[in-house]
């Protein structure tokens, strides 16, 4: 049993939340059935160079706390994969209804949260806090600079326990060498408004998670950058 929380608002899109919603909508059921063929097999594989089970589930799993909220969920592969133990309580947050209705049906845990939301948007008080949060695969897709893209830790970073992080995964575009396969992808993504990286760069991503924390772990493989967040600026 999952409890579900509808943290959107019926009033006029502003076009920055418009075009996050727009680079949500490809997340059809249909894309959710062949995604971790497609996504996390062959792209990532062969055009982004970072295999899933050799680099990303490791990553994922190693950093996955009692207290977990997960952004971005995809089809909640990371989720079901990181052998949470019965004791753990897992909150799901995306601004697609498929997605969070694929991930918390593939979780299958007592208690799972969902809730409906823009990521820019400050999360619901009553959810509490983190002891972790990752976002895997999501800020390769919010529209605007790395700068912007990162005011979201402004926020996230004050639902974060003493000890706990932010990680997670994103697409370069820039300062990496991408095979032709990936520019392809890369260049089709950016047209469709489901990507928006082209200039998305290591030491932009560096210097706009530091505005936020005090300690930034970052690394590379392939055309993925991972990385680990913690001990939060305080304002």
């Known amino acids: 049993m999952t409890a579900n929380i509808e943290a959107t608002e019926n009033k006029p899109l502003l076009p920055e939340k418009a075009a996050r919603i727009q680079a949500t909508e490809t997340y059809s059921h249909w894309l959710l059935t062949v995604y971790d063929w497609w996504v996390l097999g062959v792209v990532t594989t062969d055009a982004w160079r970072c295999p899933t089970t050799s680099y990303l589930l490791p990553f994922f799993r190693k950093r996955a706390s009692l207290k977990h909220l997960d952004i971005g969920v995809g089809t909640g592969y990371y989720l079901s994969n990181a052998d949470f133990p019965p004791e753990a309580t897992v909150t799901l947050v995306d601004l697609n209804a498929n997605s ?23 999360l619901p008080k009553n959810l509490g806090n983190f002891d972790s949060i990752s976002l895997f695969y999501l800020m390769h897709c919010l529209p605007g600079s790395v700068e912007q893209k990162c005011q979201i830790f402004g926020h ?14 994103t697409i370069l575009g820039a300062g990496v060498e991408h095979n ?56």
């Open 180 to 235: 032709f396969f990936g520019r392809a992808i890369l260049t089709l993504g950016n047209s469709k408004g489901v990507f928006t990286n082209r200039n998305d760069s290591e030491a932009g991503f560096e210097n706009a998670l530091k505005v936020y924390f005090e300690e930034v772990e970052l690394e590379l493989q392939g055309t993925v950058l991972m990385f680990k967040c913690s001990k939060p600026k305080i304002a």
């Open 156 to 169: 996230l970073k004050e639902r974060l326990n003493d000890g706990g992080c932010v990680y997670g995964t």
């Open 100 to 122: 969070l209705e694929t991930a918390a049906a593939r979780l299958g845990r007592e208690g799972t949260r969902t809730v409906l939301q823009d990521i820019f948007e400050p």
